[in-house]
C-alpha cells in the first residue's frame, strides 16, 4: 500500500509543471500598472520596492548602459538584461521585458515583442531594424513569488534623432 502511494506520488510530481513568474507571464498580461498579478496589482518604477533598470549593450562591447544610439536604417542586434541594486543582486528576480514597434526579441515571445529571463543578468537578444527614429524597452520584475514591479523605459534612438514620449 505504501509502495502504490509513493508511485502515485512520483507520478503527480512528474507530471505537475510549476511555472514561475517570468514563464507564465509571457503573453497573458499588459505590462502596465492596470494589471493584477497573483491577486496584487503591477507596481509603476515609482512605487516599486527597488529601483531596477534595463540595460542594453552592442554585443562587441564590454560596457552596459541604460541608454544606446543606433545607426539609421541598418539593422543592428543588441543585448538587454536587468540591472538590480545591490541587496537584490542574489535574490531570485525574474523579468519579462517588451519592447516598441522597431525592435524583435529573438528568441521572442508574443510574436517577438517580448522576451525574458530566468535570472536578473540573463540577456535576451534585441533586434533593431533601424526604420524607427526611437525604441523602448521596459520589462515587468519580481523576486520570487512578490509583487511585480516595472522598471522606467529605456530609450534606444537612431543616432541624430532627440528623444520623444511614446
Known sequence: MIRAILKTLLLLQL?????????????????????????????????????VEVQVKYPQDEEWSTNLSYTAYQPAIVHAR??????????DVQYVM?????????PGLCDGVRGHGSRHNEEVGLELSGKEDQVELWA??????GQVSLTPRTKLRKEGTEAVEL
Open 98 to 106: 517588451e519592447t516598441t514597434n522597431g525592435g524583435t526579441f529573438n
Open 140 to 145: 515587468g520584475w519580481a523576486t520570487g513569488h
Open 15 to 51: 507530471t505537475l509543471r510549476v511555472d514561475a513568474f517570468a514563464a507564465w507571464l509571457k503573453c497573458f498580461v499588459d505590462l502596465d500598472e492596470t494589471e493584477i498579478i497573483m491577486n496584487y496589482p503591477i507596481l509603476t518604477p515609482d512605487k516599486a520596492p527597488h529601483l
Open 82 to 91: 536587468l540591472k538590480v541594486p545591490k541587496e537584490l543582486e542574489r535574490e
